[in-house]
C-alpha cells in the first residue's frame, strides 16, 4: 500500500490501517527512541507516546518527505523532549556534549573482547556511551539507512554537523577497539582473514 | 601491532556492529495495543465533535426562534429576561440536565460501549 493511501485510510478512523502503518514502522521507532532513551522500561511508553503522536497528526503530514521520515522525526523529538524531563526530575543525566568514553569500562570488557562476536558485543556497548546525538545519527544512518538529507530533516541538525558525528563516532569506535586489540596483545580480527 | 589490514578489518568490525539490532524490543502485540490505543482516541474526539454539532444546532434554533418571536410577533423581551431572572436556578437547572443527558447519550455512553467491546475484541 502507498503512503499516500495509507495516511488517507488512517485519516478515515481506518483501525487496521493504523496497526499496519504501526507494524510497518515499529522497527525504526524503537530503534530512534531506544537509542536515545536507552531505557526498556521506558522504551515501550516513549513509543506508544510516538504513535498516538502519529495518529493525532496525521492530517497535518503533506507527503512533502516520505512518511517514514516524518515519523522518524516525532520519535527523535519526543524520545529527546523525554529525556530532558527526565533530566529535569534528576532521574538520569542527559549528555548534550560528547561524553569521553570512560577508561574503567575498559577493564572489564578488555579481557572478554577476543572473538569478533564479543568485539560486536563490545562496540554495541560502546555505542550506547556514545553522546545522544551521536548514537542517533548513527542509527538513523547505518541501521535505518536514510541519507544525509533525510537526517537533516529528521534531526534539524545542519548537515556539516552530521558528516562530522557521524565521522567522529566511527573514529572513536575505531580508535576504541583498536587499541582494546593492542591491549590485549591478540588479532581479534584473525577471523576476518 | 596493529597494521593496515587490521585497520580495514576494524573498519569492518565497526560497519557491522553499526548495522546490528539494539537490544531493545516491543511486545509482540504491541501494533495491536497502540492500535487499540488509537482508536478509542479517534472514538472520543469524534463523540465530542458530534456533541458539539447537536450543542450547537440545538442553541441556533432557540436562538432563531427567540428571534423570530421578538422581530416578527412583537414578543417582549423585557418579560423574558425578567422571567429567566427570577427563576435563574431552575432555568440553569434545566439546562444544565438537559446538557448532561445530551453529553451522557452522545458520548459517555457511546464511548463505553466503544471500549467494552473493543476490548472484548482484543480479547478474543
Known amino acids: 500500500m502507498e503512503d499516500s493511501e495509507l495516511v488517507h485510510q488512517v485519516i478515515g478512523g481506518n483501525n487496521n490501517a493504523f496497526r499496519f502503518l504501526v507494524s510497518k514502522h515499529q522497527r525504526l521507532v524503537l530503534h530512534v527512541v531506544g537509542r536515545i532513551v536507552q531505557q526498556q522500561d521506558q522504551v515501550e511508553d516513549v513509543c506508544q507516546d510516538v504513535f498516538i503522536k502519529v495518529f493525532k497528526t496525521l492530517k497535518n503530514f503533506r507527503g512533502d518527505s516520505k512518511l517514514s521520515t516524518w515519523i522518524a522525526s516525532i520519535a527523535y523529538n519526543t524520545a529527546i523532549t523525554h529525556i530532558r524531563k527526565q533530566k529535569r526530575r534528576n532521574e538520569l543525566s542527559y549528555n548534550e556534549q560528547p561524553l569521553l568514553l570512560a577508561d574503567e569500562q575498559d577493564s572489564g570488557l578488555n579481557q572478554k573482547v577476543l572473538e569478533i562476536e564479543e568485539a560486536h558485543r563490545y562496540l554495541l556497548k560502546l555505542i550506547e556511551t556514545l553522546p545522544v546525538h551521536y548514537r542517533t545519527v548513527l542509527t538513523l544512518y547505518h541501521l535505518e539507512e536514510f541519507s544525509y538529507k533525510e537526517i537533516v530533516e529528521i534531526t534539524g541538525m545542519p548537515e556539516g554537523t552530521i558528516k562530522s558525528y557521524l565521522n567522529r563516532a566511527r573514529t572513536l569506535l575505531k580508535g576504541k577497539i583498536e587499541k582494546v586489540a593492542r591491549l590485549e596483545q591478540t588479532n581479534i580480527f584473525a577471523d576476518y582473514a | ?124
Open chain 2, 1 to 124: 601491532m596493529l597494521d593496515k589490514d587490521n585497520k580495514y578489518y576494524s573498519d569492518k568490525l565497526v560497519n557491522e556492529a553499526l548495522k546490528q539490532e539494539p537490544g531493545w524490543f516491543l511486545k509482540d502485540n504491541f501494533a495491536d495495543l497502540v492500535a487499540e490505543k488509537a482508536g478509542r482516541n479517534f472514538a472520543w474526539t469524534q463523540y465530542i465533535r458530534e456533541f458539539a454539532i447537536y450543542l450547537a444546532a440545538i442553541i441556533g434554533i432557540f436562538v432563531v426562534t427567540a428571534v423570530m418571536a421578538l422581530i416578527w410577533f412583537e414578543n417582549d423581551w423585557k418579560i423574558w429576561s425578567d422571567f429567566l431572572i427570577s427563576n435563574i436556578w431552575l432555568v440553569a437547572g434545566i439546562n444544565i440536565l438537559a446538557l448532561f443527558i445530551l453529553f451522557a447519550d452522545r458520548v459517555l455512553l457511546r464511548y463505553f460501549l466503544y471500549r467494552a467491546e473493543s476490548k472484548k475484541d482484543f480479547a478474543g
